[in-house]
């Protein structure tokens, strides 16, 4: 997705006696504006290939054009002015060589931030085949502009800083290519649409729609929008949940548990003569359990590890070894009746605020387990599971089925309810509504091939209002450890040795 952000250092709101930075690089919550505003369109749009107008003397001076290819990536274009442009549409128009015109465009402000599902907003615009889009809030003051729709979010015309209705703009335009965008851009100026000798984006739109184009509009809650115009509206969001939350970082930067169930018998190996239990077992060079425990630890997370007695007792050396790695260990004596209640003996670890995390024990997850959490916060999910899709919805696996809006429905375990296989790594955002649920999942004796499994948790906390999501990894991305076939594929694709704990 191509996001084309116009950034204008100087605002009168900043005078330059007060503020000596340019206004992008202002802090908020103690991050300057423009790396807010950058990091959360990245965390909603995986994809994002960022093009920025500037001023130059904002890259002279203090090297704005860096801090942008630095925060944004080396595919991001920067594009200085040439010299004082006739407004935001305008200067959008200085980045027609570097836009792949036949591809979607997102316009966005550089200094506001929208707590929202800005991609899923997108999809919902792409998905009804419009030619253009626009997030709205609920205002009446003249500062914004403004749309007045068909009452069924078509949009009939806009409006620049004149109140037509209480649907104000947010500073976040979609057009299904950026062609459509360059063209109405030129029709506007040709047309001289202006207000106050000052060319805005929406005007674009109005020339779309008197092509014959969809425009349609989404509103959003109004405190879900946060405009930083003025000093007075960044001390305002410092105050807001969300400005805490970027103070303190945020879930993956927050201590997460992470449990680690690794207490089954293993006896796949065992019967074929390996000499070590399975999460113990060399692995190129590591423990398996080591190589899960590096693939799905987040930052400042804390690790518990559920084992079997047996195999501690067996294996002294390794259980220190883990623990002076810092990583607990939780003793399981017996077996279980499934991994959920494996996990709920390490209760006391996790029944807390803090978001947690269960992951299997024996695979390996090309992903990024920050992004994952921090997907999950931004979100505002209760809980998050990873997941890929199976074309041949092979029962061996768990099942999730979500809504349009991408949030789950139902879970199923050992049954493909749709195509969304579950990867075994499912994120709770606070781990008291795992132990709340899987106390009721047992309580109903919920069980699936007589035992109780993880994943059907979240059914229980579904049927309490809690919102989860899922995020989705390519098939591919799953390596299974979990065989003694399993293994030697993956030791041979990486091109390793064999382990030294197989069969003589």
């Known amino acids: 997705m191509q996001i084309l952000i116009p950034i204008s250092g100087y605002s009168a709101f900043f005078s330059k006696e007060d503020y000596y930075f340019p206004k992008p690089l202002i802090e908020v919550a103690g991050i300057a504006m423009i790396e807010v505003v950058v990091r959360q369109l990245q965390r909603q749009f995986k994809d994002a290939r960022f093009i920025f107008v500037i001023d130059p003397e904002d890259a002279r001076s203090f090297s704005l054009d860096r801090t942008l290819q630095l925060l944004a990536g080396d595919n991001t274009k920067i594009i200085e002015k040439p010299g004082p442009t006739s407004g935001a549409l305008c200067s959008c128009l200085l980045a027609i060589d570097t836009l792949d015109i036949n591809e979607p465009l997102i316009i966005a402000n550089s200094d506001q931030i929208i707590e929202d599902d800005l991609a899923q907003a997108v999809e919902t615009l792409s998905a009804n085949d419009c030619s253009a889009g626009v997030i709205t809030f609920e205002s009446i003051h003249p500062r914004w502009s403004y749309v007045v729709d068909d009452e069924q979010g078509e949009v009939i015309q806009t409006f620049e800083k004149k109140v037509a209705s209480r649907n104000a703009i947010a500073g976040f335009y979609y057009f299904r290519t950026a062609s459509a965008f360059v063209e109405a851009a030129k029709q506007v100026i040709l047309n001289d649409a202006q207000v106050d000798g000052v060319y805005f984006i929406s005007s674009s739109l109005n020339e779309i729609i008197l092509e014959g184009g969809r425009v349609l509009q989404l509103p959003i809650a109004s405190h879900a929008y946060h405009s930083f115009y003025a000093p007075g509206k960044i001390a305002d969001f410092e105050r807001s949940a969300y400005a805490k939350e970027l103070r303190e970082g945020t879930l993956a930067q927050k201590a997460v548990n992470v449990i680690i169930p690794a207490a089954g018998e293993g006896s796949r190996f065992a019967k074929a003569g390996w000499k070590k239990p399975k999460p113990f077992i060399d692995v190129d060079g590591q423990l398996m359990l080591e190589h899960v425990i590096n693939n799905v630890t987040p930052t400042e997370a804390a690790v518990t590890i559920l084992l079997r007695q047996e195999h501690l007792d067996a294996h002294p050396k390794i259980a220190y070894r883990l623990q002076e790695n810092g990583h607990r260990i939780t003793s399981v004596s017996r077996l279980t009746e499934g991994t959920a209640s494996t996990v709920l003996l390490a209760r006391r670890t996790f029944d807390n605020e803090q978001p947690m995390m269960v992951a299997n024990s024996d695979q390996l997850v090309d992903f990024d387990v920050n992004d ?133």
């Open 372 to 504: 994952f959490i921090e997907d999950c916060i931004q979100r505002k999910l209760d809980g998050s599971i990873l997941v890929f899709r199976d074309p041949s919805m092979d029962p061996k696996w768990s099942f999730a089925r979500v809504d349009e809006a991408g949030l789950v429905l139902e879970v199923a375990e050992k049954k493909p309810i749709s195509d969304l296989a579950t990867v075994g790594i499912y994120l709770f955002a606070k781990g008291k509504d795992f132990v709340g649920a899987a106390l009721d999942m047992m309580v109903a004796n919920d069980r699936v091939n007589d035992e109780f499994y993880t994943c059907p948790v979240y059914n229980y906390m579904i049927q309490n209002g809690a919102r989860i999501g899922i995020y989705e990894v390519p098939m591919d991305a799953m390596s299974g450890l979990g065989t003694p076939d399993d293994l030697n594929q993956f030791l041979q694709e990486r091109g390793a040795s064999p382990s030294i704990d197989s069969p003589d």
